[in-house]
């Protein structure tokens, strides 16, 4: 019988990529989820996706509203696990050209965002539950020119669950760091070319192909069921940091 089975789990950005990934899995482990995300329409999708039923559960809420995100977890009430996928196309312009409103307003989104679910997932999640947030490859290998905004921000995210596995002790707090995968964020950068990008991306890749969401989901899935890992990051890139 499967750890996560009858738990709760909290997707935050859910309704897509690697989030909708984790949220298949949970349910598959026979856990129940709630998918949040900012889109009623792209919850709505999910929900399909999902296969609906008494086990799903979507929300909508923006995590730059703290009020919000206050009121998401009373709403939940008691649960077991918190996964953040959330995120959005960071800024990519040379340091000489950035624009720093588009990096305040990402640093907001994915550094702040995380502390604001931390400051408030703590009052209902269940003793011996996890935190799990999401970086990213960007860490250590950045892209030149234009990596060092995102580089830096990926990066913090494993001193800050060092911290918080310390701080909220037993409550666990890990981090999942992806390299290249298929999801809905590249149509947004790269468009139409996506499909050549993506073959020269595999071709380079030790593993020989990019990952999909449910690959990804196997890592979140290990953080969540192996309740003696905590403070730690796990690297599920195909062998992307050795090229």
Not at 7 to 28: K, M
Not at 103 to 124: D, E, N, Q
Not at 196 to 213: I, S
Request: aromatic fraction near 6%; hydrophobic fraction near 45%.
């Amino acid at each position: 019988m499967s750890a996560l089975k009858g738990q709760t789990v909290v997707v935050v950005g859910g309704s897509s990529g690697i989030g909708l990934g984790v949220a298949a899995a949970v349910l598959d482990k026979g856990a129940h989820a709630v998918v949040v995300g900012r889109s009623i329409d792209k919850l709505r999708a999910a929900g399909q996706r999902l296969g609906g039923g008494p086990c799903v559960r979507s929300l909508a809420v923006d995590m730059a509203d703290e009020a919000g995100v206050a009121r998401m977890f009373d709403e939940i009430g008691p649960f077991d696990h918190l996964v953040s996928t959330a995120g959005t196309p960071p800024p990519a312009d040379p340091i000489g050209r950035i624009d720093i409103e588009a990096v305040h307003g990402f640093l907001a989104s994915k550094l702040g965002g995380a502390v604001v679910l931390a400051k408030h997932a703590g009052r209902t999640l269940r003793p011996g539950g996890s935190m799990i947030f999401t970086s990213g490859i960007n860490k250590d290998r950045p892209p030149v020119p234009g990596g060092a905004v995102v580089s830096a921000i990926a990066g913090s995210f494993s001193y800050f669950a060092r911290a918080l596995a310390l701080e909220l002790a037993p409550t666990r707090v890990n981090i999942v760091s992806p390299g290249w995968i298929d999801t809905p964020m590249w149509d947004e950068m790269v468009g139409a070319a996506k499909t050549g990008f993506h073959a020269e991306m595999a071709a380079r890749l030790p593993a020989g192909r990019l990952a999909t969401p449910a690959d990804l989901a196997r890592a979140y899935l290990y953080l969540m069921e192996n309740d003696f890992a905590t403070g730690e990051t796990i690297h599920s890139d195909g062998g992307q940091r050795l090229i």
